[in-house]
């Protein structure tokens, strides 16, 4: 038999870890039904038995209502979270049974080639491998998303990757940054309630208006734009507000000598990507969404190839049940990712980047989409 988890379990456990124990989030509970007056509340030990092993928990109506207003207060709802869930972000992906993979890939002048990233091809590979050990069969696909320069929705809409995003029988994955794959660009900007192609900065560009952006030591060629990517100017209008990991790395930022991928969840902090070592961290992330339509969207995105390589390494480690799109945008996960870079001195041809110890950093995030 599969295993059970329950959904009000999962988040509930999110909640718990931000508040930092179980009598700090009764508190809270409390605070928000005695504002509205229900005369419902939470104790601790409650919420301490349903993030542990649930099958003794006793729970009452007023606690579940009193659950209710809590996570309304938060912007989300139990009215749309089923009794169980999968345990694992891979359970739901595969529920569908069809899966198309979408790749990046640049045409090659003169020649009928197609040319595909090394890591990227590997992170299929992974992913495959992981999807294929299911007791089901699997109906997956793979389609290149040829990458141009300009770029725009009108643009993307004439391809056969960007009609696919409206089929609701299968279950879709992206691999690569908005850098290395269109698809990707267009499926975090619809989740995450944001025109594609644009700013990360929103229209009064000032402010980081999506959760993430990147940046970019080298740019790429062309009049490039992406609603997740911050150009070295556009982080000087920011000012100071991104907090980096010391004072030299943020100089290195405005000195054009560095890349980083900033997260704007709980706080705007930048994490730095060295240059010039043999051994470096670096970042990525994975963004994941239930559809409307109830297939799944994720995109593993890495500042640099390997990231996006270790992103894929680390799609099964992540468990709970979706957050699904709504009407007024819903919510969206976001589990940022690090992993160890080394250089191999004796590989002295192509690409001589390894990785090792590709992390999770910290637990899941929801960012809350605003239609």
């Keep these: 038999m599969e295993e059970l988890v329950l959904g009000l379990q999962v988040l509930v456990a999110r909640e718990l870890n931000k508040a930092g124990s179980p009598y700090k989030l009764a508190r809270q509970i409390e605070r928000i039904n005695n504002e509205q007056r229900t005369g419902c509340f939470v104790n601790h030990r409650t919420l301490k038995k349903l993030v542990e092993p649930p099958q003794k928990v006793h729970i009452t109506f007023g606690m579940l209502k009193a659950l209710e207003v809590y996570f309304s207060s938060k912007g989300m709802s139990l009215k749309g979270v089923p009794i169980f869930i999968k345990p694992y972000l891979i359970d739901s992906l595969v529920e569908q049974k069809r899966l198309t993979f979408f790749l990046g890939s640049k045409p090659r002048p003169g020649t009928q080639r197609n040319d595909i990233s090394r890591w990227d091809t590997r992170s299929l590979a992974r992913l495959i491998s992981r999807v294929s050990g299911f007791e089901m069969h699997i109906d997956y696909d793979i389609e290149d998303v040829l990458l141009e320069t300009p770029m725009d929705e009108k643009a993307a809409a004439r391809t056969d990757w960007y009609k696919i995003l409206d089929d609701s029988t299968r279950s879709l994955v992206a691999i690569g940054s908005p850098k290395a794959c269109h698809a990707s660009e267009v499926m975090l900007a619809r989740m995450l309630g944001v025109e594609p192609f644009a700013s990360a900065l929103g229209k009064n560009g000032s402010r980081l208006c999506v959760p993430f952006a990147f940046v970019w030591h080298r740019m790429p060629p062309g009049r490039f734009r992406s609603s997740f990517c911050l150009t070295h100017r556009e982080l000087k209008r920011m000012g100071s507000g991104i907090e980096a990991v010391d004072l030299g790395g943020r100089k290195r930022l405005a000195e054009k000598k560095s890349s980083a991928l900033i997260f704007n969840i709980d706080r705007c902090r930048a ?54 799109q709504e009407p007024n945008g819903g919510m969206v996960l976001i589990q940022p990712i690090v992993v160890t870079i080394k250089i191999d001195r004796d590989c002295k041809v192509g690409d001589n980047r390894e990785i090792k110890n590709p992390r999770l950093i910290g637990d899941a995030l929801l960012w809350k989409v605003t239609s």
């Design 271 to 324: 994490e730095l990507v060295p240059v010039g070592k043999t051994e470096w961290d670096a970042y990525g992330t994975i963004v994941a969404q239930r559809r409307a339509g109830g297939n799944v969207w994720v995109v593993l995105a890495g500042i640099t190839g390997p990231a996006t390589y270790a992103a894929a390494e680390l799609l099964n480690c992540i468990r709970g049940e979706l957050p699904r």
